[in-house]
């Protein structure tokens, strides 16, 4: 990172850092090298996603780089994530996916306090996006 932080123009545009004299592959791997630690990429393949990651909530699209995804995990029942503003702060709704079917669920940090899935698992939820925003979204 030293190499690119040296040579390659870092910027931050609408809150969003990259290299300007960088490749998109040299600002992905960047990025990888600053989140992963030794192993990561081999056991990605090896061993592949835990079962509870692939069953579990999931955020289905966002508006990049207006709302930026800091954080998802997901433990096979329940959500966790952290959003920070992009370009400019305001609300947000955010689509979720993978939920049980007619499922109630408690959000925090959320417009709304609960929220119910469609007989797809799909629902929806808002938030007040102006600075690190944390929501839970369990399964009541």
């Not at 490749?23 to 835990?50: C, H, K, Q, V, Y």
């Not at 966002?62 to 329940?78: E, F, I, R």
């Not at 992009?86 to 925090?108: C, F, H, M």
Request: charged share 25%.
């Amino acid at each position: 990172l030293a190499g690119l932080e040296h040579d390659c123009m870092p910027a931050v545009d609408d809150g969003v850092l990259r290299y300007r004299k960088a490749s998109n592959i040299a600002n992905a791997t960047a990025i990888l090298g600053a989140l992963m630690e030794t192993g990561d990429f081999a056991r990605t393949f090896a061993e592949g996603a835990p079962k509870q990651a692939l069953a579990g909530p999931m955020i289905e699209a966002m508006d990049y780089p207006d709302t930026l995804v800091a954080s998802a995990w997901s433990d096979g029942k329940n959500l966790e994530a952290v959003f920070y503003p992009g370009r400019d702060p305001g609300n947000r709704t955010i689509p979720v996916s993978r939920l049980e079917a007619n499922g109630r669920y408690v959000l925090k940090g959320a417009v709304e306090t609960e929220i119910i899935a469609n007989e797809a698992g799909e629902a929806s939820f808002s938030i007040k996006l102006h600075d690190r925003t944390e929501i839970s979204l369990r399964r009541i």
